[in-house]
């Protein structure tokens, strides 16, 4: 990918920045845990290069451990509501550690200097970059002993009929839809970007209302890429499926994350 699809993916990502923020699930505390012990490196006082930050869901979980967060994205309005939060936090004294260093580019070329951090991140982010140049630019501002780190949120279709019924109305009405309901869909291949020390799946369920699900669904870039009266159109129809199967309004939702972790 080049720079220019690189600017387009952020402008994309910037149309829907309030949905993404509210919307999009976290982590639960195994991802954390997994990332401390396979990469080896103690997230409490490590400098983190969060590539890809968006709204700051990784950052924030990164800092409540302690982490000192470099946070880059290539949209303007994500990078706000990072900064935003990281305020709001600090203010009623909830948040951790130093500031959050926010920095607007992308992850092909880092605005850092050599061998600064203990920790590159990708959370939801390596698939839009360039596998070669991003990975290239991460040994680079890594110091000797750091690691390289991907994980991507998925929903886990496969158990539940629902939620597997949900993706299968996601893949009829939406050409560019890309996932669990797509025979050819896999993850993204950065295990093979670099030396790989380990993977895992680490499995979690997502408590939410439906609308807050629906928002998440907002937030995809497959669903920024249709009209407003399309993607209307189409939350309209999932929001009668799902109240149908969920009259109380509460989703109980299967969820995976894939990490890996290199050096």
């Known amino acids: ?3 220019g699809p690189i600017k387009d993916l952020g402008r994309t990502f910037d149309r829907v920045a309030d949905a993404y923020d509210e919307g999009r699930p976290g982590y639960p505390d195994e991802v954390y ?5 396979v990469s080896g490196v103690d997230l409490d006082g490590a400098t ?9 869901i990784m950052t924030r979980g990164l800092r409540a451990r302690g982490a000192r967060v470099v946070a880059v994205d290539p ?3 994500m990078l706000a509501h990072l900064v935003s939060r990281s305020r709001a936090d600090e203010q009623a004294g909830g948040g951790e550690g130093a500031p959050v260093a926010a920095v607007l580019a992308d992850g092909n070329v880092l605005p850092l200097a050599g061998e600064t951090a203990q920790l590159v991140m990708y959370a939801q982010s390596w698939h839009w970059l360039d596998p070669v140049l991003s990975i290239d630019e991460a040994r680079r501002v890594l110091r000797p002993g750091g690691a390289i780190a991907g994980c991507w949120n ?3 279709a496969s158990q539940a009929e629902w939620l597997a019924a949900y993706e299968a109305r996601l893949a009829e009405a939406v050409p560019t839809y890309w996932g669990p309901a797509v025979e050819e869909w896999s993850v993204p291949p950065i295990a093979s970007a670099f030396e790989v020390v380990e993977e895992r799946w680490i499995p979690w369920t997502r408590l939410v209302g ?3 699900f629906l928002l998440d669904l907002r937030s995809h870039s497959y669903m920024a890429a249709l009209s407003k ?6 939350v309209d129809r999932q929001r009668v499926e799902l109240r149908a199967a969920f009259p109380e309004g509460v989703l109980s939702v299967p969820m995976r994350v894939y990490l890996a972790v290199g050096r």
Request: no cysteine; hydrophobic share 40%; aromatic share 4%.
């Open 33 to 37: 845990r997994a990332l401390g012990e």
């Open 154 to 156: 998925f929903h886990h």
């Open 1 to 3: 990918m080049n720079a």
């Open 75 to 77: 949209g303007e309005p």
């Open 229 to 234: 009266e399309r993607a209307d159109e189409l």
């Open 210 to 212: 439906i609308e807050h």
């Open 48 to 56: 983190v290069v969060d590539v890809g930050a968006g709204t700051g």
